[in-house]
């Protein structure tokens, strides 16, 4: 059944404000980093008459860039494999013996985990992360590790679902282990869910700022770019081109990675979530 012209409109309508609202910060961004201090003064929301560097290159050299962003990309790569790694195998025990209650009451306890907001734990989280020395990259490693696993699992575990159980048995009587069943089967098969769990978290790492805030504000030397963008934003807040040009060298990396993987996201979603 065709929508009517007028419901097509307004949908398209609502899409295209929806569209702005997104690009305007974007496109601030992007052409005050380009701009000088001049240029910015005469016109504000104007486009570059050329692309100046030298908001970008103080940036860099000035405010210890890469620094911040060498301790973003460890934690974040740390993080993403680990998770990686640690999701699909917890998904496929619990997906294979559903029917045993110790798994059912672990899923729907990881489950519950997701709304559980997280100001409610971010107390626990900075008192035992002190007590154990893990206000450090380690602790936010692992707790990025741990706080993944309520929607992966459940991502996970849905997708699962739609593999046979034959597969397995067939594998067993080819002389497969439960290991091998895993890593040559199961786990090439999940892929689409797997890349879609690395997406979402590599949105959410990268661009934190609570953790960050709570674990690793006791030394400049450990922050991540989210802490660093604060702290310059507070330093030059009225030197508006190199905040911007700050965001605009935050923001690159993760908007190169989401444009590459947002394929696999919509995929992984819909079979994961949907059937």
């Not at 699909?88 to 110790?102: D, L």
């Amino acid at each position: 059944m065709k929508a009517k012209p007028a419901a097509q409109a307004f949908r398209y309508s609502i899409l295209a404000l929806g569209m702005i609202i997104i690009m305007i910060p974007m496109y601030l961004t992007i052409t005050l980093a380009f701009k000088t201090t001049e240029e910015s003064t005469k016109s504000f929301f104007s486009l570059p008459s050329s692309l100046y560097m030298g908001n970008i290159m103080t940036v860099i050299k000035k405010a210890g860039f890469w620094t911040y962003f060498q301790n973003s990309v460890v934690i974040t790569i740390i993080s993403l494999l680990l998770i990686m790694i640690l999701v699909p195998m917890v998904s496929f025990a619990i997906s294979r013996n559903f029917q045993k209650p110790y798994y059912k009451f672990i899923y729907y306890l990881m489950l519950a985990g997701i709304f559980v907001p997280f100001q409610v734990i971010m107390l626990p989280i900075l008192q035992y992360t002190s007590d154990l020395n893990l206000m450090n990259h380690a602790g936010m490693i692992i707790m990025y590790v741990t706080l993944s696993l309520t929607e992966g699992i459940f991502l996970c575990v849905g997708f699962l679902k739609n593999i046979q159980f034959e597969l397995d048995e067939a594998s067993t009587i080819d002389g497969c282990n439960i290991w091998q069943t895993f890593t040559k089967i199961i786990f090439p098969l999940m892929t689409p869910i797997t890349l879609t769990i690395v997406t979402l978290n590599s949105l959410w790492i990268w661009n934190d700022f609570v953790l960050p805030l709570i674990l690793l504000n006791r030394s400049a030397d450990v922050w991540t770019l989210p802490l660093f963008i604060y702290n310059f934003q507070s330093e030059y807040s009225f030197d508006y081109n190199l905040a911007f040009a700050g965001f605009f060298l935050t923001m690159l990396p993760i908007i190169l990675l989401y444009g590459y993987m947002q394929r696999f996201l919509i995929s992984g979603l819909t079979e994961g979530a949907l059937k």
